[in-house]
């Protein structure tokens, strides 16, 4: 375990940002903290890196099972990278990559050749070879993330911490960043630990997500896991688009919207409860074909993209959607204010 | 002289006014001309007279006032207490910029309320002050005296009061730009392994170097060309505690006109030095507060 965070909580005031948290991140990982604001994502990366001090308590922070508890950031090595980036306003490219090695006590620095072998080295990485000499209000938002990336490296971090990292960017140049920093991790291997609060770009690229709320984890598991088996309604809600129905439900079934399914998790449950379906688990059919399904009106189409967005209407006047593939929404053809029969393949159950 | 600071950073990017939004044209001429007015009447037309008083009787008058024991005197008086005021205000500035804008401390709401004092308590109550301390009658007054420490009516007194007046110049440059400018850069030098001192010389001070020309800029002028602070606990003698506005008094007092103006002559000419300086250095801090705002915005 490269990272061991023990019973670690933050108050700002009566505000309690993190409550009692507890995890582990594996040696080489790329893990994501995601979570909606103020869930304290933030707060545990800085807590991480030593920007913030712990609440008084047992808790305790290890990296390498060292303890870097009370441990000073300057003597922590992390590589931090912000959101703003937060480059040296008056130093070029260069300087600013330069920044750590020149930093270090006499004994330890390296020869000004080394460094400036060493810049090169880093800005060959993070594909700035030309851009040495500039300002860093010379850059667009990309570059500059990436001469952040690339000052972080500089000092050899034991972990690398990311706030937000494409958070200040543009749609495009966040999704071309995010699968190059995946690159870099996969040729590098740090760990690394990066904030967000886009479900997207964490499912994307992280191996292991920690999905956060309200200052505690709600859940952490790889990708795949955390999507399709969430285990609090909050991560069921929080990971991409859901279908909400209220239900009740009689041992392994679940009734709503007029059908009886069974529950994916095979729980026996009694009473009231919440039933999420994604929008890509609704089959559509133009006639019931056996399965237990429900009765919608077609009330508009989003066809522009990898699937069909369908916004449907119940008989009780719910709204639901419902994705479909190119190939099928092609076969099936709905036109607006037709009836198409929707069957759950896959039933989530909270409460 | 150039004493004020109330500078509005605020409209850093330029507004364009859309025809619809304008003011009618005779408002908008009425109102230059009466500010135009307003600054030929009491700023140019001084200016002028000053030199035209001075050159009254002709260059060789004007020159001939200059050679003054103690007109060089007062000069020199005027270098030390700018000399020594303003560096040590350049730090308390520093300090005080960085303490208020980097940490949360308590008292620090005080600190940003003491800073503006001077400003606030009228130049001459400020020199009273002085003497109610330090005086003969003062509170400190016979301790001092015991130990034969003259500072009212001496030099030590002097550079204290102008001390005093000066000291918001400095801070209250800084605290702007550094509120924008934020700690982020600070924290990035800090998990980049570096020191306190490093930061500050390396980051913090470059980060904010033409703010503090500035503040030193507009600091030395007040500190050359104060007066009543400085009347007050000068005791105004001659050759010994005299600095140039205090002798200009003397001068015109004396009814040596010429001597008077032509004194008047070497601040008004500080003046507009400065003047120039501070609109050259003013146009650096703008467009660096301009570029921490956007980066803040980004």
Known sequence: MSIQVRNVSKSFGDFKALDNVSFDIPTGELVALLGPSGSGKTTLLRLIAGLEDLDPGESSIRYYEEDMTGQSVRKRRVGFVFQHYALFRHMTVFENVAFGMRSLPRAKRPTSEHIRARVHELL???????????????????????????????VQPRVLLLDEPFGALDAKVRAELRQWVRRLHDELHITSVFVTHDQEEALEIADRVVVMSKGKIE????????????????VMNFLGQVNTFQGRAVGREIEFADIRVAAADGEERRGEVRVFVRPHELELNASPNGRPCFETTVLRIHAAGAVARLDLQLRNGRLITADLSQDRFAELAPALGSTLMAAPRRVHVFG | MAGSTAMNFSGAGRRVTSPSTRDPAWVRWTLTIVALGFLA?????????????????????????????????AVKLTLIAAGVAVPLNVVFGLCAAWAITKFHFPGRALLITLIDLPFAVSPVVAGLIFVLVFGLQGWLGPWLLERDIKIIFAIPGIILV??????????????????????????????LGAGGWTIFRRVTLPNVRWALLYGVILCNARAMG?????????????????????????????????????????????????????????????????????????
């Open chain 1, 124 to 154: 060959a990485l993070v594909q700035l070879e030309g851009l040495a000499g500039r300002y860093p209000t010379q850059l667009s938002g990309g570059q500059r993330q990436r001469v952040a990336l690339a000052r972080a490296l500089a």
């Open chain 2, 162 to 191: 102008t001390m005093f007046i000066t000291f918001p110049f400095v801070a209250r440059e800084l605290i702007p730009l550094m509120e924008e400018q934020g700690t982020e850069e600070e924290q990035a030098a800090m998990t």
């Open chain 2, 226 to 298: 104060e007066f009543g602070a400085v009347s007050v606990v000068s005791g105004h003698i001659r050759g010994e505690t005299n600095t140039l506005p205090l002798h200009v008094e003397i001068l015109y007092n004396e009814y040596s006109f010429v001597a008077a103006f032509a004194t008047a002559t070497i601040l008004t000419l500080l003046a507009l030095v400065t003047l120039v300086l501070k609109s050259i250095v003013e146009h650096r801090v703008r467009s660096q507060m301009r570029r921490a705002a956007e980066e803040s915005m980004a």
């Open chain 2, 41 to 73: 009447l009491f700023l140019v037309l001084p200016l002028i007279v000053v030199f035209a008083e001075a050159l009254r009787e002709g260059m060789g008058a004007y020159l001939a006032s200059f050679n003054d024991r103690d007109l060089l005197s």
């Open chain 1, 219 to 234: 859940q952490i598991g790889a990708p795949a896991d955390v999507y399709h088996s969430p285990e609090t309604e909050f």
